[in-house]
């Protein structure tokens, strides 16, 4: 199914959209979307410039599509094989919406999805640069993080480090975009948060179902290598830390008291409870239960931020 008889063969322009969309993740990049805008309303707290709107919304999606695509075209070879003894997957993956891997399965040739990637990043940089030199810098650095996460995926199980490092670093390219001048304690907490988010609500967990190909591929996860125990408490120990971050900001930006209460309850659902939960009972439907909460998780912190933030008719000012 992945020969390239079928990619040039059977390609129309509706199923290579199709494709290059999959080839993105286009949900889960939508969703990551939020990083970015939170790095910019919590630098800014105050209603963007319409220019800094639409830059930013072309600059963000777009960024976000060629990072998830990168991934994917870095590790096609070994999703190829993957692909050749995989199990089928139980419930429902964020991950897998449109087409999962369609380089690996033959809809995309390689030369088309670098294209993509090329195209995407191009139109990152430009946008970016022209709301600030500095954004466009957090977005490459951003972008070789995901190249070198990509590079260890048989060497370590810590990359989970770098990638945690990595979405962090792109949540603030929203923040120069509108900003030049760091508040650290507001900056640090914002990143701690998003990093510990990445790791403990998307990236461990996302191992979970594929480690009988992982191991057989020689893919070194935390699962893979430490076992579901180990793992599940490094997961529970990130959501925290995520709980606990968002927390921080809250206080440290000073925000009407329904944003806190806002990031208590999301929080909790998205994080806590499904993480407990995977603790308890470390299975592929807990993981996948978490992985699917958890990556809602910052677009519901950005709907609440957004209503404390414009909507004073309902939040009047503490």
Same mark, same amino acid.
């Given at each position: 199914m992945h020969s390239s008889t079928f990619v040039s063969s059977t390609r129309t322009p509706l199923l290579t959209w199709k494709a290059l969309l999959g080839l993105s993740r286009t949900v889960q990049a939508s969703l990551s979307m939020a990083q970015p805008i939170l790095g910019a309303l919590v630098a800014l707290l105050a209603v963007p410039t319409w220019r800094q709107v639409i830059l930013g919304f /072309? @600059? $963000?999606?777009?960024?976000?599509? %060629? @990072?998830f695509a990168t991934n994917d075209l870095l590790d096609y070879q070994i999703d190829r094989r993957r692909f050749e003894q995989q199990r089928a997957l139980r419930g429902?993956? /964020?991950? @897998? +919406? /449109? $087409? =999962?891997?369609?380089?690996?399965?033959?809809?995309?040739?390689p030369r088309l999805a670098l294209g993509w990637v090329l195209v995407l990043s191009a139109v990152t940089l430009v946008c970016a640069t022209l709301l600030s030199p500095m954004a466009a810098l957090t977005f490459v650095v951003a972008m070789l993080l995901e190249v070198t996460y990509c590079k260890l995926l048989t060497v370590t199980p810590w990359k989970f480090l770098i990638t945690? !490092?990595? $979405?962090? +670093?792109?949540? +603030?390219?929203g923040w120069f975009a509108v900003r030049s001048s760091i508040d650290w304690p507001v900056f640090l907490a914002f990143f !701690?948060?998003?990093? %510990?988010?990445? /790791?403990?609500? =998307?990236n461990i967990v996302n191992d979970w179902s594929d480690v009988e190909e992982d191991r057989r591929l020689g893919i070194r996860t935390m699962p893979v290598v430490y076992g579901f125990k180990v793992s599940a408490a490094l997961i529970v120990f990130f959501l925290v830390l995520t709980f606990a971050s968002s927390l921080a900001l809250a206080s440290v930006l000073v925000l009407h008291r329904s944003f806190l209460i806002a990031a208590v309850v999301i929080g909790a659902y998205a994080l806590l409870l499904p993480g407990l939960r995977l603790l308890r009972d470390p299975q592929p439907e807990r993981a996948l239960e978490l992985f699917n909460r958890a990556s809602f998780y910052p677009a519901a912190m950005l709907a609440a931020l957004l209503g404390v933030l414009y909507l004073p008719a309902l939040f009047s000012a503490p």
């Amino acid at each position: 199914m992945h020969s390239s008889t079928f990619v040039s063969s059977t390609r129309t322009p509706l199923l290579t959209w199709k494709a290059l969309l999959g080839l993105s993740r286009t949900v889960q990049a939508s969703l990551s979307m939020a990083q970015p805008i939170l790095g910019a309303l919590v630098a800014l707290l105050a209603v963007p410039t319409w220019r800094q709107v639409i830059l930013g919304f /072309i @600059a $963000v999606w777009a960024g976000n599509h %060629a @990072a998830f695509a990168t991934n994917d075209l870095l590790d096609y070879q070994i999703d190829r094989r993957r692909f050749e003894q995989q199990r089928a997957l139980r419930g429902f993956d /964020i991950d @897998a +919406t /449109i $087409v =999962r891997h369609p380089i690996a399965q033959g809809y995309l040739s390689p030369r088309l999805a670098l294209g993509w990637v090329l195209v995407l990043s191009a139109v990152t940089l430009v946008c970016a640069t022209l709301l600030s030199p500095m954004a466009a810098l957090t977005f490459v650095v951003a972008m070789l993080l995901e190249v070198t996460y990509c590079k260890l995926l048989t060497v370590t199980p810590w990359k989970f480090l770098i990638t945690g !490092v990595m $979405v962090a +670093t792109g949540g +603030t390219a929203g923040w120069f975009a509108v900003r030049s001048s760091i508040d650290w304690p507001v900056f640090l907490a914002f990143f !701690v948060w998003m990093g %510990a988010w990445e /790791i403990g609500g =998307r990236n461990i967990v996302n191992d979970w179902s594929d480690v009988e190909e992982d191991r057989r591929l020689g893919i070194r996860t935390m699962p893979v290598v430490y076992g579901f125990k180990v793992s599940a408490a490094l997961i529970v120990f990130f959501l925290v830390l995520t709980f606990a971050s968002s927390l921080a900001l809250a206080s440290v930006l000073v925000l009407h008291r329904s944003f806190l209460i806002a990031a208590v309850v999301i929080g909790a659902y998205a994080l806590l409870l499904p993480g407990l939960r995977l603790l308890r009972d470390p299975q592929p439907e807990r993981a996948l239960e978490l992985f699917n909460r958890a990556s809602f998780y910052p677009a519901a912190m950005l709907a609440a931020l957004l209503g404390v933030l414009y909507l004073p008719a309902l939040f009047s000012a503490p």
